[in-house]
DNA sequence: CTATTATAGGATAATTATTATCGACTGTCC
DNA sequence: GGACAGTCGATAATAATTATCCTATAATAG
């Protein structure tokens, strides 16, 4: 928390009562939440609180990289039409999406059994980087 | 495409002249679309056609495994206040998401050099699968 | 400690992505 | 070729997210 208010100074964000509670809801949510549920749990400390500023806040600690998002391609649904088992390559900037074969990684491999008896289905793993265009610039 | 419409006939889905149209632009189109974008394309083809079918269609797709998604939860952003490298155990029937710490596996090697210029920043890895919750029923 | 000011918050409207509804049409089966 | 269930197209509805705009408050200078 002490943390959460130094990077704010040093990114230039005032450190309201409202992004306080935002970050301490974050931070007490393990269960990777939507912003609707952080808003839920915000509103019982701050009822008057808007839905809309945690939207912003969270925008704004994304920014910051206080705060991470799950997957990169949330906003829009993006098709696969090879159902074959294979990985991708995705640029953070331009959010292009190119297939990489399986077979150009070491096979994925469990040191310890899966935690909480989760009966495993399958992997997706994307690499994140820059594009040939994007790294250009 | 045989392929293709042996499958609707197996799972009962009639073989129309739009569903092959979409499933059609969607195998041309290596950069995984957005539903707008595979719209577009079949209209080229099927100017009548409405975005309402499109959506329809891919959906009917994605449960008959002709399709797939890329993410898993595109649905609504999903937040992580723990910025830690670390991967997600996702289960694919309620979509809850649980933490895996990075060293519950060996770790990621590429076997070759990424292809086309991609210059790689870090990876995430998501495990599908059902919880123990869902495994239960 | 108070005044000043830039930034942030709250209410609300707007936008975007997606899903539902419903009457008309067409692929399937005989 | 006709009957019928399933599908289509048009449109409305919903859900998620973003923008707008005016007021309130945190930062900071005196
Ligand atoms: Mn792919
Ligand atoms: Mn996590
Ligand atoms: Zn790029
Ligand atoms: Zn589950």
């Keep these: 928390m002490e943390a959460f208010r ?53 925008k704004t600690f994304l920014n910051a990289g206080l705060l991470r998002a799950v997957t990169l391609h949330h906003e829009s649904l993006r098709l696969d039409a090879n159902v074959e088992h294979h990985y991708h390559l995705v640029c953070t900037r331009c959010k292009s999406i190119t297939d990489l074969p399986a077979d150009d990684l070491e096979p994925i491999q469990f040191r310890r059994t899966p935690p909480r008896g989760f009966r495993v289905q399958n992997y997706s793993l994307e690499v994140h980087g820059l594009c040939a265009a994007c790294a250009a610039s």
Tied chains: 1, 2.
Excluded at 26 to 55: C, D, K, N
Aim: a positive charge; charged letters at 20%.
């Design 6 to 58: 130094r990077t704010c100074v040093e990114k230039g964000l005032a450190v309201t009562h409202q992004r306080q509670a935002i970050y301490r809801a974050l931070i007490s949510m393990p269960e990777h939440p939507a912003p609707e549920s952080v808003y839920e749990v915000v509103r019982s400390e701050i009822p008057t609180i808007s839905l809309g500023t945690v939207y912003k806040n969270i």
